[in-house]
């Protein structure tokens, strides 16, 4: 059943989705920081303690941004509303700007809030940033530009959350541990 998985119907064998315990073993990994492990791969999500993914100059992180990915490895986006402090900060003047602001208002980052039902998840849509702290348009044309994406350095909570079934999806890609502001109005 999807991502070329063979669930055992006849004997109803059900498995939780393997997405389902990495979301779950992230939420651990943000909620608990005193456990240690080491690991080759920079970027696994299973690396403890929470801030494992930054350099080692960062003092602090509270969230393991992560992108889930489609049976096609496509990541999965979700639509956010652009916290107005930085709406203000640019010109959004003209209607013709203001439509091309609320374009640019989706975003292949998240953070995981909680897990319930057994595998569904309400993640916090997070908003991309540069290394200046400047938002970074992912998509042009309705495409996702991966040179955009490679720009990602930075993330600012949205406010904004999308529930998910966490079993529709084939991957997850931890990206890295950062401090979100999570009470930015």
Excluded: W, Y
Excluded at 16 to 21: M, N, Q, T, Y
Excluded at 93 to 109: D, K, L, N
């Amino acid at each position: 059943m999807g991502c070329g998985r063979n669930d055992d119907v006849g004997n109803v064998r059900h498995h939780d989705s393997c997405i389902c315990e990495v979301v779950r073993a992230i939420k651990r990994v943000q909620d608990i920081r005193d456990d240690f492990d080491c690991d080759d791969c920079k970027t696994d999500c299973f690396l403890t303690p929470l801030g494992s993914l930054v350099s080692p100059t960062r003092q602090r992180a509270n969230t393991r941004v992560f992108m889930l990915l489609d049976e096609k490895g496509n990541p999965f986006k979700a639509l956010f509303k652009r916290n107005r402090r930085f709406a203000e900060t640019e010109d959004t003047t003209t209607s013709e700007q203001g439509r091309r602001e609320c374009a640019t208002c989706f975003s292949i980052f998240f953070r995981v809030q909680k897990i319930f039902d057994n595998c569904c998840a309400t993640l916090q849509v997070l908003e991309p940033r540069d290394a200046r702290g400047r938002k970074v348009d992912l998509f042009k044309h309705g495409k996702l530009d991966l040179d955009a994406v490679c720009e990602v350095e930075r993330f600012t909570a949205t406010g904004t959350c999308v529930t998910v079934d966490l079993k529709c999806f084939c991957g997850i890609q931890c990206v890295k541990d950062v401090f979100i502001d999570c009470d930015e109005d």
